[in-house]
């Protein structure tokens, strides 16, 4: 059984168009998370959602929302896509209540050209 | 700025011998420090959580320390195995329960036949 799952594996797509990243984990984890990881390798978080309630938002561009129809997923909406967007994009889930550990989807490849 | 460091340079190793990966952190209290391992085009896997007040945490052939006045940890991985090449990653929990941890950049580990 997969237990966090994303979709698209790749998403390959120009400047400018608006695209979703979907997620859901089965765990019946309480809290959930998006993170870029660009080509340095550095995992940066972007979101963090607790019982579909955000709770961190970095410093990251509007042009990025997330929506938790439900605490087993968490999806990314990404609005006007930038060359600077390109990275591998996980999400992840974490029990939340006192358990630190994440739990990984495998990632999103996102291209903008 | 608070900062962690993990050699970016690749630790190569021969099968059999004890690999010594480092995570150090200044301008930072965590009171949790995870370890992670990441495999290319997959997302990070959790192995082992070091709480502040822990010294040790060992789980099968790994070994993490947590050395709170130096701010480091060290990962240890004994009897090392090619199959365990993979890029390993520190996280820092801050105390407070945010439960968002902070990732360094991880090591590369090559373990040769």
């Known amino acids: 059984d997969t237990a966090v799952s994303q979709t698209p594996k790749y998403l390959v797509t120009q400047m400018g168009n608006d695209k979703s990243i979907k997620c859901e984990q089965n765990l019946g984890h309480d809290t959930m998370y998006w993170y870029k990881q660009d080509s340095k390798k550095f995992l940066k978080i972007m979101f963090s959602y607790n019982n579909k309630e955000l709770i961190i938002n970095e410093t990251v561009p509007n042009r990025f929302s997330p929506k938790s129809p439900d605490k087993a997923h968490l999806n990314l909406h990404i609005n006007s896509l930038e060359l600077g967007d390109s990275a591998v994009y996980f999400c992840?889930?974490?029990?939340?209540?006192?358990?630190?550990?994440?739990?990984f989807g495998p990632g999103t490849r996102l291209t903008v050209t | 700025s608070q900062k962690i460091e993990q050699n970016s340079e690749a630790l190569n190793i021969q099968e059999g011998k004890t690999a010594t990966l480092t995570c150090n952190y200044t301008n930072y209290s965590p009171a949790y420090l995870q370890w992670y391992r990441q495999d290319p085009g997959r997302g990070p896997v959790f192995l082992l959580l070091?709480?502040?007040?822990?010294k040790e945490k060992r789980k099968e052939r790994l070994k993490v320390t947590f050395d709170t006045t130096l701010k480091q940890s060290l990962f240890h991985i004994t009897a090392s195995q090619p199959a365990d090449s993979a890029t390993y990653l520190c996280?820092?929990?801050?105390?407070?329960?945010?439960?968002?941890?902070?990732f360094g950049r991880g090591t590369s580990l090559i373990v040769h036949p």
């Open positions: 070091i709480r502040e007040n822990e």
């Open positions: 996280a820092l929990d801050p105390a407070g329960g945010s439960y968002i941890p902070t």
């Open positions: 992840a889930s974490s029990p939340g209540t006192g358990e630190h550990e994440q739990y």
